[in-house]
């Protein structure tokens, strides 16, 4: 003890000082309670540490979530796309492909709604799959994606396997043409009556306006949404496509074209140019335009000009009956002939063709008609679904391109193929004839199906088109 006032060192303590009270000492320097006892001293310390620890941990919280409120209003400031979602999808690029079991549906929501600054989106149809079950509309921004657009409320959506409009309801109206692949399904918004809750909801295909509708609209706005139902459907999203109606001769010019075309298998058809759309990987590939009414005596012949040859140049110029196969070029299958630009042959009824004329190329024009005898006439005036007859003794309309010399060539008939389709066709023959850029390349005689033969023109490589002209002598 002695020893201990000389030095005047403090008696050691068998305690350890508590972490906190040292925090409490650094954070405060010297704290006086000389007169408390040691027992108050540490739980009052002790308390006010504890005090100090939560209004820290409470600092830092909201320190997090000022920085959370910061970082969403920057992303908002910075024009960041905002979240797009699908669901049964695989999206790669603006390409969209079908990932489910043909059970469920797979849906896909755009991050922006259509607004008066972008009131328009396309969809091309890349492949229809196996039920072509694809739709093309506008939706809520949260939208269950496990129902096509249209089946349920605040929806709306065009459907390609039917033609038919969902406005908010499973059960569709019929509304337009069906839509197969190659076509570009389009939907837009007019925008005059958005403040109002309601907005005009358009939709088109291939640039042709098909209808509209008006449907309500939430303060979030449509979302462009993408609907699809069974495997191998795929379809490529352009959300900034852009649409304008146009009344000018062009756009009556596309719309009076695409009539004249019963049939279209992977072409696409845009004024009186034609457009092949298929895979060109195949022989299968075939893309088929089949003209709606068949050649007659007033109207019998056609050309083609080859504005793009694409990578291989497999156009065919012919005719072929009402129901081709459309997989088929034409000259392959029975009851068709066809001249081929991409090695110069002729093709009738058979898959091995014959020499006949020279290859076509890019600006050349093929032309393809029909030689009728000077006695053929139409059963049936108008009606061009009924079959040409021969009524001797009664003088039809002559044909323009009729030539004088035919007797001459009567002796020199050429061997065809297809003959069991000429048995008990006698009397119903025609000849069948091809020019190259205004010459005559040859003829061919081939026996008349029911229903006529038909303006029908293929195409097998990507890149190819063509411009047709079904009435070059119309003057």
């Known amino acids: 003890m002695k020893e201990t006032a000389e030095t005047g060192a403090k008696p050691s303590s068998t305690r350890k000082t508590n972490p906190r009270i040292r925090l409490a000492e650094r954070l405060h320097g010297d704290v006086t309670w000389k007169r408390r006892s040691p027992v108050s001293k540490v739980s009052s310390v002790e308390r006010w540490a504890a005090d100090v620890l939560r209004m820290d941990d409470i600092n830092v919280l909201h320190h997090r979530c000022l920085l959370n409120l910061r970082r969403r209003f920057r992303d908002i400031g910075d024009g960041r796309p905002a979240q797009e979602r699908y669901m049964r999808l695989q999206k790669d690029g603006d390409i969209l ?21 972008n009131c328009y989106f396309e969809v091309t149809i890349v492949d229809t799959g196996v039920r072509g079950t694809i739709a093309v509309g506008l939706v809520p921004k949260f939208y269950r994606l496990d129902h096509q657009p249209g089946w349920l409320p605040y929806s709306v959506a065009y459907h390609a396997d039917n033609g038919k409009l969902y406005n908010g309801n499973p059960v569709g109206q019929q509304f337009g043409p069906k839509c197969v692949r190659g076509d570009r399904i389009g939907c837009g918004i007019h925008s005059e009556n958005i403040e109002a809750g309601l907005t005009t909801v358009f939709f088109t295909k291939n640039g042709k306006e098909v209808g509209s509708v008006e449907v309500p609209v939430s303060a979030e706005g449509l979302f462009p949404a993408v609907g699809m139902h069974s495997m ?56 088929l335009a089949q003209a709606r009414q068949p050649l007659t005596t007033r109207c019998h012949y056609y050309e083609l000009e080859i504005v793009d040859a694409g990578e291989k140049c497999y156009i065919a110029l012919g005719l072929a009956r009402r129901d081709y196969p459309k997989n088929r070029h034409p000259g392959w299958s029975r009851g068709s002939v066809a001249y081929h630009a991409d090695d110069g042959k002729i093709f009738h009824g058979s898959g091995v063709g014959d020499a006949f004329g020279p290859r076509c190329f890019k600006g050349d024009i093929m032309g393809c008609g029909i030689m009728f005898p000077r006695d053929y006439i139409l059963d049936g005036e108008g009606d061009m679904d009924d079959w040409l007859e021969i009524r001797p003794g009664h003088a039809s309309v002559q044909n323009v391109l009729y030539l004088n010399d035919e007797e001459e060539d009567d002796d020199e008939e050429e061997e065809e193929d297809g003959e069991e389709a000429d048995q008990g066709q006698e009397g119903r023959k025609v000849t069948v004839f091809f020019t190259r850029n205004g010459k005559l390349m040859g003829r061919r005689e081939m026996a008349v199906p029911p229903g006529g033969l038909y303006p029908t023109v ?3 490589s990507c890149g190819e088109k063509v411009k047709v002209d079904l009435h070059p002598l119309s003057g």
Not at 97 to 117: D, F, I, R, T, W
Not at 257 to 275: A, I, K, N, Q, Y
């Open 97 to 117: 492909s079908y990932q489910g079991n043909s059970e469920e549906v797979g849906c896909y929501v755009a991050g922006h709604p259509l607004s008066k600054g």
């Open 232 to 287: 191998g459907e795929e379809v490529k999203v352009d959300l900034q496509a852009e649409w304008f109606l146009d009344e000018d001769e062009s756009m009556m010019m596309v719309d009076s074209h695409e009539d004249d075309w019963g049939r279209l298998h992977d072409v696409r058809v845009s004024g009186t140019l034609l457009e092949y759309v298929g895979k060109g990987k195949s022989i299968m590939d075939v893309g």
């Open 458 to 460: 293929g195409m097998l």
